[in-house]
Every structure is written in C-alpha cells, then in structure tokens.
C-alpha cells in the first residue's frame, strides 16, 4: 500500500503532527517535547485502509467525451483534456482491499469489512480525534480572519467543532462572529488580523469592480456542465480566465508548488514578528520584487481595464460563438463611481458636467466632495470602511493622502467638459490603485 495520502490525511488535513490542547498549545511529555500525534506504524495501518480504490468512468475512446464504466483497476491518468475520471467519485474494487483486521491512531477495524466501511470508519475517527478541532479550526481561523488567534478565540471554535461532530457551517460561522473577530478593539492589537495573498487582493478588487469577461458561462452546456450547476448563477454570467500569475502574484489558482501550499501556516518573518512569536504566513511569498509586481498588477486592472488577458480559446472567433479575440479579458466596470462623483458635480443634471453647472464647474472644494464621495466607496469595497472609521480628516493620515492625491489631479487648462471627464476618470483610478495599495486593503483586519 502507498503510504503517501496516509501520511497527508492525518499530518495536513485532519490532526497534524503534535498533540494539541483544545485551545491549541502543545501537549508535552514529561521532558517536556511536544507528543507526536501518530507513528510508523499508524501509516501503515491507514495505508492498508485506503487499499482498493480507483477511478469509476473513464472516456472511452479516450481522446472523447464518452464517459463509460471503469472494470480496470490500474486504470491510468488518461488525456489531460478529457477529466470526468477525475470529475466522479472513486470506486471501490473489492478484490484489491485489504481485508484484514486494522488498528490506525487506535481504533479497531475488524476483518472483512467492505473497502467502503474500513473507509468511513476511519474517517469518523479522524473527524473525533482531541487534534482534529483545535488542528483543523487554528487553520480555517488563520484563512478567515487572523494569522495569530487567541487561545481563547481557539477554544470557543474548537468546542463548537467538537459539539456539532465537525459541522463546517457552525464552525465557520462561529469563526466570523466571534468577538474576538468583530471587536474594533482587538483589531488595534498588533497580531491581529492578517495578510492578504496578493491573489486574494487581486480577485477582491475584481469582485468589487464586478470585472467580466465577454465568455458566456452558458456555453458550457454544450460540453456536458449540468443545468443545475448553471441554475445557481444569475443571467448573463461569464467565464474569469486568466494568464499565468506566478511570477507577478507568486501564487496561480490550483498551481502550489508543494502540498504544503505556496506558504508554510507557522511562518513568521524574520525580525519584529519572529521576535515577538507573531505569525504571517502569507509574507513568506512577499519579496520586494513581488510587492512591486503585485501592485503593478493591480494597476492593470484599474488603468487600463483589461483585467487579466488570457490566450484566445482555439475555435471561439467561429460560430457558434464568434467572441473576438479579447472576449477573454476581464473588464472592470467603473460605472458606479462615475455616478457617485457626478452626482455631486452635476448641479443640473443633465448627465454632462460643464459650464452649464454654474455653481459647481472647476470648483475645486466641489470636486474634492466628489473625490471623497468616491474615496468613501473605494473605502468601504476594498478596505472595509477602515480608512474612514481610522483616519477621518486627520491631516496626514492615508485617507487624506488619497483624497489629497486625487484632488491634485488636474491640468493647465480645465475648461471644457472633455478636460474634466479625462480628469474624473484619472481621479477615480487613481482613488482606487491607492485604496488598493494602502495597508488597509494589504492587511485584513
């Protein structure tokens, strides 16, 4: 038997390496060195469970998309294109189960058991181990909300986990609504909250853009992808295709180098945070270069509206499609902050801002109330209100940077409503690349 998921099932997914407390502190023996949670011999036994199981479909003729009955168990990959092996639930094939009696982490696997029952007994041992909630919750608490969670914030969610038999939804929801998550006072505290991975950041700034590409997510249909599944998104949705992003994010969706992820959840730079024992996994990605790579990405994106370009698909310029070759990229949409900042300069309403808006044209106190208009969304889509709720109109604080820097925005002469709508556009890119490079929107708090 491989060896290889048994050992990743327990030491990465469910219980880890050392014995936990239910707060999350290490269990230590009376040298006082952490206890291991498993042994050798614990792989083994957990090999022998996971014995037996293969692909259920597999296309025949392999190079289709006819999906038939696996009868081979040493079944291979097959052709990358062609995915429903890896799409289906796994079969058990009876004949290559070891039936014998097992004795993982020390539960009793009697003889005989199906492949199928060795299996669900095994997990429900897992899901019930002392390490499971404490592992399992440090883990999902650092992805949602901080890299560095109390004892006490990791207690309540372990009991939660342990109280409703591993419950994700209640897990969670006691995650984000934890005091120790809400609290504005503990967000003042230096190990709160967390890094945000530069992916993250950039698909944020896409979702609060509501960037789209021109790529129906209806057409699907036509290879296979279920109606129900197309049920759960609203009209008119479309597919995000995107380049590469390693080298400019350091991280690609389904791309991490080891399966430990891009980053090690422990890590702790070297310097003030190694000091004081504070964690920040995602910084262990972060280099000067990167920083600058990930920023100039974000600046893509809001600049020059193209989002992520991605190779054209083979076939989509054809009917029946007939997309054209930049249907791919994501394209941000800017409307609603053009409607903030006319709103405040558009003294007439008729949609133009000119000399006709006698009261408000070139007026520099009234495009700094637009700007702040803006400002004010950017804020709260991309840095959750902290810039306000933070800084208000305290002079040199990053909010009134920005807003200082928008403001600024403008040329030698001012006009024509042509001038002034090239000097909206800049002043709104410009009020969000710097939203969105502010240690607000870098660090989730």
């Not at 050992?7 to 469910?14: K, N, P, T």
């Not at 009696?101 to 005989?112: C, D, E, N, T, V």
Request: aromatic share 8%; net charge negative.
């Amino acid at each position: 038997p491989d060896e290889n998921y048994a050992r990743e099932v327990m030491q990465l997914f469910s219980i880890g390496l050392v014995q936990l407390h239910p707060d999350g502190s290490l269990k230590l023996d009376a040298a006082g060195l952490p206890l291991p949670t498993y042994t050798q011999t614990d792989i083994g036994e957990m090999a022998r469970v996971f014995t037996g199981w293969s692909f259920s479909v597999i296309n025949s003729p392999s190079a289709s998309n006819t999906v038939v009955p696996n009868t081979v168990f040493s079944a291979n990959n097959g052709v990358e294109r062609y995915e429903d092996r890896w799409t289906n639930p796994m079969a058990m094939f009876a004949d290559k189960h070891d039936t014998g009696a097992k004795a993982p982490l020390g539960l009793s696997l009697p003889a005989g058991q199906s492949g199928e029952k060795d299996l669900s007994d095994v997990l429900d041992g897992l899901a019930g181990h002392p390490n499971a909630a404490p592992f399992i919750c440090r883990r999902l608490i650092q992805r949602f909300v901080s890299a560095n969670p109390s004892y006490g914030y990791l207690y309540r969610v372990s009991n939660v986990f342990r109280g409703t038999g591993g419950n994700l939804p209640a897990v969670v929801k006691a995650i984000l609504l934890d005091p120790e998550a809400r609290s504005l006072a503990t967000g003042a505290l230096a190990s709160s909250g967390k890094s945000r991975e530069p992916l993250l950041r950039t698909t944020a700034l896409l979702r609060a853009l509501d960037a789209k590409s021109q790529l129906k997510l209806s057409d699907l249909s036509a290879y296979g992808y279920p109606a129900a599944e197309l049920a759960k998104y609203p009209a008119g949705a479309t597919v995000a295709r995107i380049s590469n992003t390693i080298t400019t994010l350091q991280e690609n969706p389904l791309s991490a180098p080891t399966v430990f992820n891009f980053y090690q959840p422990d890590y702790s730079p070297a310097g003030l945070l190694a000091q004081n024992g504070i964690y920040s996994p995602e910084l262990q990605i972060a280099t000067e270069n990167s920083v600058i790579q990930a920023n100039n990405v974000l600046y893509q994106a809001i600049y020059y509206n193209t989002g992520f370009p991605a190779g054209s698909l083979a076939g989509q310029a054809a009917p029946p499609y007939n997309y054209p070759d930049n249907a791919q990229n994501l394209m941000s949409d800017l409307t609603p902050y053009n409607t903030l900042y006319m709103a405040v300069v558009d003294a007439n309403h008729d949609g133009i801002y000119d000399k006709l808006d006698t009261a408000t044209f070139n007026n520099p106190t009234v495009i700094r109330a637009a700007c702040e208009a803006v400002l004010d969304r950017a804020d709260l889509m991309l840095c959750g209100g902290n810039l306000k709720a933070h800084d208000g109109t305290t002079p040199g604080s990053v909010r009134m940077l920005i807003l200082d820097a928008a403001t600024g925005i403008h040329g030698t002469s001012n006009n024509s409503n042509t001038q002034q709508a090239t000097y909206m556009r800049d002043r709104i890119r410009a009020i969000l690349w710097l939203c969105m490079s502010s240690p607000d929107a870098v660090a989730q708090k």
